[in-house]
T-cell receptor, first 114, second 115 residues
């Protein structure tokens, strides 16, 4: 089956620190990969995505590269801000003849302190 | 263009009561997905619907849970005879078509508390 393994949290960093949140996956088929962000009390927002090997998704200073050889999609940001405090979810979709449901990791809670 | 709307945002029920959660997809979207988020866990797929059809309900508990997406009106997730273990956040997402290449847009969720 399909599964996503995500770095356990919570993660606490100081403002302007470098961020890495690890994500690895297993999939039956060729997945598209996503990072979603959930701010307190809100729904999920798509942060970035990549649909094929070696693609790099990027948004708001965050980046992740689709690594097929290591089945990974690690999230990185060079300098985090307090406003980045949220829960981050790695997820995948595998094409299945029109039945595409997201498989999520367990989420990583990130707290940035000033 | 309004986003995915869910109501109510918060719902409190006593054990044995029924819970009805509503989801209005984005305009032009005909695919709806329901996910459940248990406390301190990731989201788990429940059911995928298109207008008047259930495409995949492999994530739905076998009893007490049902979902529909009628030709007119919102999608409804119905939980009968709720138990404490049903307490969770329920998220709805919509997409214009098959979501392999199309983003699923999420609503703000309904937080169900069962007393």
């Amino acid at each position: 089956g399909n599964s996503v393994t995500q770095m356990e949290g919570p993660v606490t960093l100081s403002e302007e620190a470098f961020l890495t949140i690890n994500c690895t996956y297993t999939a039956t088929g060729y997945p598209s990969l996503f990072w979603y962000v959930q701010y307190p009390g809100e729904g999920l927002q798509l942060l970035l995505k990549a649909t094929k090997a070696d693609d790099k998704g990027s948004n708001k200073g965050f980046e992740a590269t689709y690594r097929k050889e290591t089945t990974s999609f690690h999230l990185e940001k060079g300098s985090v801000q307090v406003s980045d405090s949220a829960v981050y979810f790695c997820a995948l979709i595998v094409s299945n003849f029109g039945n595409e449901k997201l498989t999520f990791g367990t989420g990583t809670r990130l707290t940035i302190i000033p | 263009n309004a986003g995915v709307m869910q109501n109510p945002r918060h719902l409190v029920r006593r054990r044995g009561q029924e819970a009805r959660l509503r989801c209005s997809p984005m305009k032009g979207h005909s695919h709806v997905y329901w996910y459940r988020q248990l406390p301190e866990e990731g989201l788990k797929f429940m059911v995928y619907l298109q207008k008047e059809n259930i495409i995949d309900e492999s994530g739905m508990p076998k009893e007490r849970f049902s979902a529909e997406f009628p030709k007119e009106g919102p999608s409804i997730l119905r939980i009968q005879q709720v138990v404490r273990g049903d307490s969770a956040a329920y998220f709805c997402a919509s997409s214009p078509q098959s979501s392999y290449y199309n983003e699923q847009f999420f609503g703000p969720g309904t937080r169900l508390t069962v007393l």
